[in-house]
């Protein structure tokens, strides 16, 4: 792992805002040159610092509701867990999964069209398993920030 210094933070502080901001935009907000922008930006790609530029889609696609997951887990036997946690990563509603402190070992954020679509997911992948001994699940009433990005020095 390098370090970044502060050409490569103001960098990849616009860039968590939009990614496809060109480096003749970019040279506007931080005090390098295009060509030395595109060096930096094409090297952290390289080396692992970018590791995807992505689109956020807005609700223009259609409804969908987003809920938060709180599990707890019954068996603490990773392979039991590892197999949990590989279903819920191969499943396009499941949007984060995190290992939280608390109560519950895991948080998930999920995202699907409708309630329907929250209990099938809930059915198929959590009530049946054997490694999960509960779930609550807290629905999003509103978005009032989404961000990926993380704050940089």
């Known amino acids: 792992m390098r370090d970044l210094d502060r050409y490569d933070?103001?960098?990849l502080h616009w860039l968590q805002r939009d990614a496809l901001r060109t480096a003749d935009d970019l040279a506007r907000d931080v005090a390098l040159s295009p060509s030395a922008i595109t060096r930096r930006v094409r090297r952290m790609r390289e080396d692992g610092t970018i590791v995807a530029d992505v689109s956020i889609v807005s609700d223009r696609v259609g409804p969908f509701l987003s809920a938060l997951v709180d599990i707890q887990l019954d068996r603490h036997a990773l392979p039991h867990i590892e197999a949990l946690l590989r279903r819920l990563d191969a499943v396009p509603e499941v949007q984060a999964i995190l290992e939280v402190t608390g109560t519950f070992d895991l948080t998930l954020m999920v995202v699907v069209a409708d309630m329907a679509d929250y209990n099938r997911f809930a059915d198929a992948m959590l009530a049946g398993d054997p490694v999960v001994r509960r779930y609550e699940t807290r629905f999003?009433?509103?978005r009032r920030k989404w961000s990926a990005a993380?704050?940089?020095?």
Not at 150 to 153: A, E, G, Q, T, V
């Open 9 to 11: 933070r103001e960098l």
């Open 140 to 142: 999003v009433k509103k």
């Open 150 to 153: 993380r704050p940089l020095d």
